[in-house]
């Protein structure tokens, strides 16, 4: 198993769907995070998880509802979604929170290229 | 709020050619990470320097961090087609948060 793995892998919808992101981690990881990329801006963190705790909520619309069940597993529930939320979304996580540390890294999955219709 | 801006934002040159990258701010960052993206793939972490001045070298990659850590610079010698991709600088600041910044994409060419 790759360390973070995302599905679906791509994903079309309509604004009045319901669908959900996955993301599963293999690494043992204490900490998990949502990012949202859009072309031509920065990475935009969404969410982040600690120990199943959500600890940051980046002023993210109510349409995105993210579910931590477990460590190893990280949801992104989507409902009436705009246009402008097509993107990529990328999972990640960390041993723990000090991403400060020399030895702290964020390990991506591929990520979730959504498309809003 | 703390800014990375990423500059040139495109890049593309031929095989054998030199390349630098820069990572500019306003803002103290303690620590400073490079990451590479490519197509169709999340982005894997390079490096992380953290003290002012420091030099790292990945083979043929070489990655400052400014004396002040305002700043840093990825500097690529004899690019190949497999250095193609997005490059991300990302910072941690205040509060152990990590900010991204505006991404360099890297085409080389045959």
């Known amino acids: 198993e790759t360390g973070v793995t995302q599905t679906p892998r791509h994903l079309v919808m309509g604004m009045t769907n319901k669908k959900s992101l996955k993301c599963e981690q293999h690494l043992g990881h204490n900490a998990m995070y949502w990012y949202k990329q859009s072309a031509k801006k920065p990475l935009e963190l969404m969410f982040v998880?600690?120990?199943?705790?959500?600890?940051e909520n980046n002023s993210v619309p109510s349409r995105f509802s993210p579910e931590c069940p477990n460590s190893s597993h990280l949801f992104l529930h989507l409902h009436t979604l705009q246009p402008e939320d097509s993107a990529l979304y990328l999972c990640?996580?960390?041993?723990?929170?000090?991403?400060?540390?020399?030895?702290?890294?964020?390990?991506f999955g591929e990520g979730s290229r959504l498309t809003v219709l | 709020t703390q800014l990375l801006e990423q500059s040139p934002q495109f890049l593309s040159i031929q095989e054998g050619e030199n390349l630098t990258v820069y990572c500019n701010s306003s803002?103290?960052?303690?620590?400073l990470q490079w990451y590479r993206q490519e197509p169709g793939e999340g982005p894997v972490l390079l490096v992380t320097v953290v003290t002012g001045g420091e030099v790292k070298k990945l083979k043929r990659l070489t990655f400052q961090f400014g004396d002040a850590r305002k700043d840093s610079s990825l500097h690529i010698t004899a690019a190949q087609p497999g250095d193609t991709g997005l490059y991300l600088c990302a910072g941690t600041g205040g509060g152990n948060k990590l900010t991204f910044g505006t991404g360099t994409q890297l085409k080389v060419e045959l």
């Open positions: 803002s103290v960052f303690s620590s």
């Open positions: 998880y600690n120990f199943k705790e959500q600890t």
């Open positions: 990640a996580s960390s041993q723990d929170m000090r991403l400060a540390a020399p030895t702290g890294e964020l390990f």
